[in-house]
């Protein structure tokens, strides 16, 4: 695939996240308005697990957006969306990343939509609805910010370092998660917890954060943020060094990412 494709994948899913990250902004705010606070709120894995109306919403609505515009290719969606491929390109999407954030009102939510050809991704945007930022990357592009490249910072040094992660949503494996912060605390400047696996990644990609990791997410998780951050100049592995996946994942800028393998798997014991 030439670079004006990928380009063209990357306008679409910008336009898809944007749109989808205002349809369920304002129907959050008419539930506000009226005082109602009713988003169709409901668990699904556990209490901590959230899903909304909005959620739905979205999905439904960046679906019914492809079976018009791309009607042979692949949709994954957190939702439940689940449509085969016929030409070798598939969607992955998030309608909202962060949902306890949207619920609550914190402003790190936001659709995360991602291209693939077989493996690859090869276009993703994440939307903040409530900042209107917008992050996107296409294949060996680079990366924005809305109209403004990005790329990650360089700290040297351990010390200086400033991590984002997140919990999952199973009770004793969140203690797992909590005992590994608690060893690295000391290490690093500090530990961030935005409540969105996308937004983090974008963070690392524009330099908010040094270094994001966590274990236990979903392939819509991160398929558009990993990209984004890549594209910024970080680099990403599995929490024992293999290839980056949703069931681990560490992303980092480049010069402190080996000394952060070794610090991650000194926790782990």
């Not at 109306?53 to 439904?60: F, I």
């Not at 693939?116 to 209107?132: E, F, L, N, S």
Request: charged residues 20%; contains cysteine.
């Amino acid at each position: 695939m030439n670079d004006t494709e990928i380009a063209s994948f990357r306008r679409l899913c910008i336009s898809l996240a944007r749109e989808a990250g205002q349809l369920a902004l304002d129907g959050r705010r008419t539930e506000m308005a009226r005082g109602t606070n009713n988003l169709g709120t409901n668990t699904k894995s556990s209490a901590t697990d959230l899903v909304t109306r909005y959620d739905q919403a979205s999905e439904s609505w960046i679906r019914d957006r492809l079976s018009q515009e791309r009607p042979d290719d692949g949709v994954l969606g957190e939702e439940g969306t689940n449509i085969a491929s016929r030409s070798g390109l598939h969607w992955i999407i998030d309608p909202i990343d962060g949902t306890t954030n949207f619920v609550y009102g914190y402003p790190a939510w936001g659709p995360s939509v991602a291209v693939a050809q077989g493996d690859t991704v090869i276009a993703g945007a994440v939307h903040i609805p409530m900042t209107g930022e917008t992050f996107h990357a296409g294949l060996g592009l680079g990366a924005a910010q809305d109209d403004d490249p990005i790329s990650v910072n360089d700290p040297q040094e351990l010390s200086s370092v400033l991590i984002a992660t997140g919990f999952g949503y199973d009770a004793e494996h969140r203690g797992v998660q909590g005992r590994r912060v608690a060893s690295l605390l000391p290490s690093v400047r500090d530990v961030r917890r935005s409540g969105s696996a996308a937004y983090d990644l974008c963070s690392v990609a524009c330099g908010r954060v040094d270094a994001y990791f966590e274990d236990r997410l979903n392939v819509w998780d991160i398929a558009a943020g990993l990209l984004i951050a890549l594209e910024a100049g970080a680099v990403a592995n599995s929490l024992d060094g293999g290839p980056p996946a949703a069931e681990s994942i560490l992303v980092s800028t480049p010069g402190v990412h080996a000394s952060l393998l070794r610090l991650l798997a000194e926790t782990n014991h």
